[in-house]
């Protein structure tokens, strides 16, 4: 049973770029959550996922940050117009049906913006 | 903000027990504690998760204190390997994301 997949590893953007992550849940997972990790930082909640809705968005910034989780494929985490303080690792979580405390999480995406 | 503290960092000898602390003193009775942890900017792993009875795994061992507003996670034998950011979360059966604090930097010394 694979693990949570997230691609790219590593994505390099120039400022005003737009970026895109993806992650793929373990198999049968229903729940994906993002979170971003800025250097020496801890893990810090971006949004709740499940199939085709958001649960929760209370992490996510007001403007230029979106995400979706649509009925076949990954989810994706969307930036438009990163700026240099965007530069972080975004790490992805999922977990089966109502057991959102159990969360098993991906490799991350390093996100460099230049 | 998270609902733990943890001491910022702490060594342990190869071989030894690393007993890492962790204070939860506004916990609430439905609210289990969790432990991850971090190696060198990979994601999180889980190690080991309990409500008020200590639990024991393959990786770990916890301790919750009786009044529950404090725990220890026990690595019996530590690795370099164990050599990692350690996280102590709170979260309730109904929660929905974890908070994560700063955590333990362990080192683990040959």
């Known amino acids: 049973n694979a693990g949570v997949m997230q691609n790219p590893r590593h994505l390099v953007r120039r400022r005003g770029q737009e970026a895109r992550l993806r992650c793929s849940p373990m198999?049968?997972?229903?729940?994906v959550y993002w979170y971003r990790q800025l250097p020496e930082e801890g893990l810090k909640f971006m949004v709740y996922?499940?199939?085709?809705?958001?649960?929760?968005e209370s992490g996510m910034p007001k403007e230029r940050f979106s995400a979706e989780f649509p009925k076949e494929g990954p989810s994706i985490l969307r930036i438009q117009q990163v700026v240099r303080g965007d530069s972080a690792a975004y790490f992805c979580?999922?977990?089966?049906?109502?057991?959102?405390?159990?969360?098993?999480f991906g490799p991350g995406t390093r996100l460099t913006v230049t | 903000d998270a609902k733990t503290t943890q001491p910022t960092s702490m060594d342990c000898a190869e071989g030894r027990a690393a007993n890492l602390p962790c204070n939860h003193s506004?916990?609430?009775?439905?609210?289990?504690v969790y432990w991850y942890r971090q190696i060198h900017s990979q994601g999180p792993q889980y190690i080991i998760h309990?409500?008020?009875n200590n639990e024991t795994n393959e990786m770990a061992s916890l301790i919750i204190t009786e009044d529950r507003k404090s725990s220890t996670l026990i690595l019996p034998h530590a690795t370099l390997r164990d050599t990692a950011v350690y996280y102590c979360?709170?979260?309730?059966?109904?929660?929905?994301?974890?908070?994560f604090g700063p955590g333990t930097r362990l080192s683990v010394l040959p």
């Open positions: 979580a999922s977990s089966p049906p109502g057991l959102a405390y159990e969360q098993y």
């Open positions: 198999k049968g997972h229903s729940h």
């Open positions: 996922l499940q199939k085709e809705n958001i649960i929760d």
């Open positions: 506004t916990i609430s009775g439905n609210e289990y």
């Open positions: 309990g409500l008020k």
């Open positions: 979360i709170v979260l309730g059966p109904n929660g929905q994301n974890f908070v």
